[in-house]
């Protein structure tokens, strides 16, 4: 397998953070009903992304992965935060729980609320499943303990990932081909569209169908040649009238691979010029989708001085 295409096979980051914002309530119902259930959804909710820039710890606890933080209410009206963990580059990591305790206590420090802390964990070891921080020294305590849920333990539960109506079914079943079919392209190709033609045939708004698509899509990258033969296979399905909305979907893609070039020229010219490009800054132009700005983005990238005068023009 090429380097390219190992590269692609493990960028699992951006999807996961995207499908995490679309459908928040149904992530924690599927992953983390006790944390659902507290949770007044009647009320609206809100993602602190910049919350991240002040509990990022430092570079020597790990590397962040994909984070989120919301901002929710509670049934009695208090104010709560969540914050979210997914271990998603299949790597252990012994710090892992240190950097669930420092984000926790953090935003507990900064806002003086009460926190919930929860991992997905969707590495390769079965057997790296922690759950808690903590240490006693001279008498004095500290623990932490959060929820996490396994990837790999829904194998043994394909059948209930077919039928549920929840899309982070079809998200969890189509993470799991894309890590059984690393060394597989062809494999995958047929899972692919395995995956979906289900979708389809769930009858999901429209609106819904795009969104999961594009998850699919994202992380069941496969080379060129077999990515021609995964678009003819949706077309021949299309004309059969078996499936609705091919081609706003491929019109879509097209659009964000249009957008996704923008970000990658933006982010190449930084690094080229500065070699060290801040996460925070990275993270800020990939959720850009606004072609006129990248490209103003990418002027200005060109000619400042600094990256710190480059991330003045993000603010």
Same mark, same amino acid.
């Given at each position: ?11 699992? !980051? ?7 914002? %679309? ?34 710890? !430092? ?7 994909? !984070?989120?933080?919301?901002? =929710? ?36 420090? #900064? ?41 790999? %333990? ?33 494999? #995958? ?7 979906? #033609? ?18 699919? %899509? ?16 949706? #077309? ?44 925070? =800054? ?29 991330? %003045?023009?993000?603010?």
């Amino acid at each position: 397998m090429t380097e390219q295409n190992t590269k692609q096979n493990t960028n699992y !980051d951006s999807p996961w953070k995207e499908i995490i914002e %679309d459908y928040f309530p149904q992530f924690l119902e599927f992953f983390f009903h006790d944390a659902y259930v507290e949770i007044d959804w009647e009320r609206p909710y809100e993602f602190l992304d910049k919350e991240l820039q002040q509990l990022e710890p !430092d570079a020597e606890i790990g590397k962040r992965l994909v !984070d989120k933080v919301a901002k =929710v209410w509670l049934f009695n009206g208090e104010e709560a935060w969540v914050l979210i963990h997914v271990e998603v580059q299949g790597q252990y990591d012994s710090e892992f729980p240190l950097r669930m305790y420092i984000y926790n206590y953090r935003l507990f420090d #900064r806002h003086k609320k009460r926190v919930i802390s929860l991992a997905v964990l969707a590495d390769n070891n079965i057997n790296w499943k922690p759950s808690s921080y903590g240490y006693q020294l001279g008498g004095c305590q500290v623990s932490l303990e959060f929820p996490t849920v396994k990837l790999l %333990d829904y194998e043994s539960q394909w059948e209930s990932l077919e039928e549920t109506e929840n899309p982070f079914g079809l998200d969890v079943m189509a993470h799991l081909k894309t890590k059984a079919t690393s060394q597989n392209p062809e494999s #995958r190709l047929q899972w692919k569209l395995r995956l979906v #033609r289900s979708l389809f045939a769930k009858g999901y708004s429209r609106e819904k169908i795009i969104g999961l698509f594009r998850f699919i %899509d994202w992380i069941m990258y496969l080379p060129e040649e077999l990515a021609d033969n995964f678009k003819v296979e949706l #077309r021949n399905d299309e004309e059969a009238n078996r499936m609705r909305y091919v081609t706003s979907i491929e019109r879509m893609a097209k659009e964000e691979g249009v957008i996704q070039t923008h970000r990658e020229n933006v982010l190449e010219t930084l690094t080229t010029r500065f070699e060290e490009v801040p996460t925070r =800054v990275v993270e800020a132009v990939n959720i850009i989708d606004d072609v006129a700005v990248l490209k103003s983005l990418l002027r200005r990238a060109i000619l400042v001085g600094s990256i710190a005068e480059f991330e %003045d023009e993000l603010i």
